[in-house]
């Protein structure tokens, strides 16, 4: 009978000792799946795709777009997902959020677009502007300094629809810049209607673009 207790208690210990061993081993996937949702989930709000936006187009039915006065007062604007700060003129109606902002007044739009990706070369950026559709370049790509730092230049121009009413269009004249930092790329488009005078105002607001 004694022998048949100790036996039994070295089954239990047996037992109890391979169910311990057994938890222990299927720890490591559980903290492993917390990891992965973990770091995938910090990734949008610094990066987008890499590819560059669209053009940008002007609406018709707006109405008229004026020249920035120069008494505008402008506000500092701080994208802490996408990591930067740019000035823009109080007022304007802003839309967007994280890695895609629009600052608009009328047809005067500003859009600032960050993704990550390399310093691109004046031959990438000839290619993003072929592949956008309706596009007239005005000047080609051209390296620049703002705000201390590299960066390319391109102007290019856009036609709205036409008018539901008058069938007019608006051609809007774009200077589009690309700045780039260890490995974050944005892509800042200042647009105005033809015939309006932004380039005191527009030069402003892109040497006030900080990486943050």
């Keep these: 009978m004694r022998r048949l207790v100790v036996a039994s208690a070295v089954s239990t210990f047996a037992a109890v000792a391979a169910g311990c061993g057994s938890s222990t081993h299927t720890t490591p996937p559980a903290t492993t799946a917390h990891a992965s949702t973990t770091v995938p989930a910090a990734k949008p709000a610094t990066t987008a795709p890499a590819s560059a936006p669209g053009a940008l187009q002007a609406e018709?039915?707006?109405?008229?777009?004026?020249?920035?006065?120069?008494?505008?007062?402008?506000?500092?604007?701080?994208?802490?997902?996408a990591g930067y700060s740019i000035k823009y003129p109080e007022g304007w109606a802003q839309h967007g959020a994280a890695n895609a902002v629009v600052f608009r007044?009328?047809?005067?739009?500003?859009?600032?677009?960050?993704?990550?990706?390399?310093?691109?070369?004046?031959?990438?950026?000839?290619?993003?502007?072929?592949?956008?559709?309706?596009?007239?370049?005005l000047a080609a790509p051209r390296s620049t300094i703002v705000s201390g730092t590299p960066a390319l230049k391109v102007v290019y121009s856009t036609e709205s629809a036409p008018n539901a009413v008058t069938g007019k269009r608006v051609t809007l004249v774009v200077d589009r810049y690309y700045l780039w930092r260890t490995g974050r790329r944005a892509v800042v488009d200042l647009g105005t209607p033809q015939g309006v005078d932004n380039v005191d105002a527009y030069r402003l607001m892109i040497e006030s673009f900080r990486w943050r």
């Design 60 to 81: 018709a039915n707006s109405a008229a777009a004026g020249d920035i006065p120069d008494n505008q007062v402008f506000l500092v604007f701080r994208n802490g997902r």
């Design 105 to 137: 007044d009328k047809n005067n739009i500003v859009r600032i677009v960050v993704g990550a990706g390399p310093a691109p070369a004046t031959g990438a950026v000839e290619r993003d502007l072929r592949r956008l559709t309706g596009v007239h370049v």
